[in-house]
């Protein structure tokens, strides 16, 4: 043969030889069995704006995992995303784990947003989970999502994260701090809340307008709460006198249904309005909670309870006739009154009320200056009768 012949000849069989190892190993990946398959992306971006100039950053990070076959997979995943300096862009997360193994699967999923800028990052973390475990044996960490806040008051991160499977819900903090106000929920005033005090996870808000006094809470403001992470605290202030049995039932009635026109869940704690300049009586307390002793909410009390005030004295003598009342009435106490707060600098947990009452909060903190809220901190294993996103 001729020296080119045998080059070609060569060559062919050089390459038939590469191709049937590769489908001989994709067909062992594919069909293992009795091993465990692991797994391991980890993906690290930093990004850094001009000091002077606005810079436009994008980073999009995909990462897809398919295991089929085995008896046992692991797979962990780590993204870390480091932005600062004058920064416009997007980071955009998706994580795709699709798992059909025999034995167990194990899924660790770690998304984490540094950021520190100064204009605005918008940040979407999207984790998919599909796993098919034939001895349902599954260990699933839906994702950690971490956003940072630029430093200086003008930049935001903003996230979102989703698992379709094995998502797990952080536990809530044992002492939880938030925020109340009279006025409109928009995401301006929400910004401002952001960016002078801190992120609050209870925001009170008030059933039905009262000219000169509150803004009721609409369905607009429910969904832009939720959508920012906090839980609902549903107040009732349309009167001014907390006296007498039945204007405490009608006032129950009247509670219900305001929170029955927003679509309120059943479950829901209301609490009833009565500042210190009102005048109270035991009756009231008792009208007020023997209509929702009868429906699908939880009766509240919002007030200051120090043992010096009608409220505490009042609150006792209808609790002492019906015992029923102490134990199921959730009080929100703004006594003793420290002063406003941001979240970083909340004072240490210590409210005052009636002898085992049930306490769910403390309004520590009244009119900030800036930003028109009154600053709380809440007992995060009481906070299921607050009004959560579904």
């Not at 810079?55 to 780590?78: F, H, L, R, V």
């Not at 906070?383 to 996103?389: I, S």
Request: net charge negative; glycine share 12%.
């Amino acid at each position: 043969m001729r020296n080119g012949q045998q080059l070609t000849i060569i060559a062919v069989v050089f390459f038939l030889f590469i191709s049937t190892f590769a489908i001989i190993s994709y067909n062992k990946l594919e069909k293992t069995v009795g091993k465990l398959i692991p797994v391991e992306e980890v993906v690290n971006n930093n990004g850094n704006g001009s000091t002077n100039d606005s810079s436009d950053q994008t980073i999009s990070n995909n990462i897809d995992n398919n295991i089929n076959g085995g008896s046992n997979a692991t797979i962990d995943n780590n993204v870390e995303n480091n932005i600062e300096g004058n920064v416009n862009g997007n980071v955009e997360n998706d994580i795709q784990n699709d798992v059909n193994v025999d034995g167990e699967a194990s899924l660790d999923n770690n998304v984490s947003n540094n950021i520190s800028v100064q204009v605005d990052v918008n940040v979407s973390n999207n984790v998919n989970n599909n796993v098919v475990s034939r001895d349902g044996g599954n260990d699933n960490d839906g994702g950690d999502n971490g956003n940072g806040n630029g430093d200086n008051g003008d930049g935001n991160g903003n996230g979102n994260g989703n698992g379709e499977e094995g998502n797990k819900d952080d536990e809530r903090p044992e002492i939880v701090w938030g925020v109340d106000s009279a006025s409109e929920t928009t995401e301006e005033f929400y910004a401002c809340v952001r960016e002078n005090f801190g992120e609050p996870l209870v925001w009170g808000r008030y059933l039905g307008n009262v000219d000169g006094v509150s803004y009721g809470l609409t369905s607009e403001q429910v969904e832009l709460i939720h959508s920012e992470g906090a839980e609902i605290l549903l107040i009732h202030n349309q009167f001014n006198d907390a006296t007498g049995y039945d204007n405490g039932a009608q006032q129950a009635e009247l509670a219900i249904e305001l929170a029955q026109e927003l679509d309120a869940p059943e479950g829901v704690a209301i609490f009833a309005n009565i500042e210190p300049f009102f005048d109270v009586d035991a009756d009231f307390i008792t009208g007020w909670y023997d209509v929702f002793a009868d429906s699908e909410y939880i009766p509240g009390i919002y007030g200051i309870f120090d043992p010096e005030r009608e409220l505490y004295v009042q609150f006792n003598a209808a609790a002492d006739e019906n015992g029923d009342i102490r134990e199921n009435t959730y009080l929100w106490t703004a006594a003793p009154n420290v002063g406003i707060t941001t979240e970083a600098e909340a004072p240490d947990y210590e409210p005052i009320g009636p002898e085992d009452a049930l306490i769910i909060g403390w309004q520590y903190g009244l009119d900030a200056e800036t930003c028109n809220i009154d600053t709380n901190l809440f007992e995060g294993e009481k906070l299921d009768v607050l009004w959560g996103r579904d």
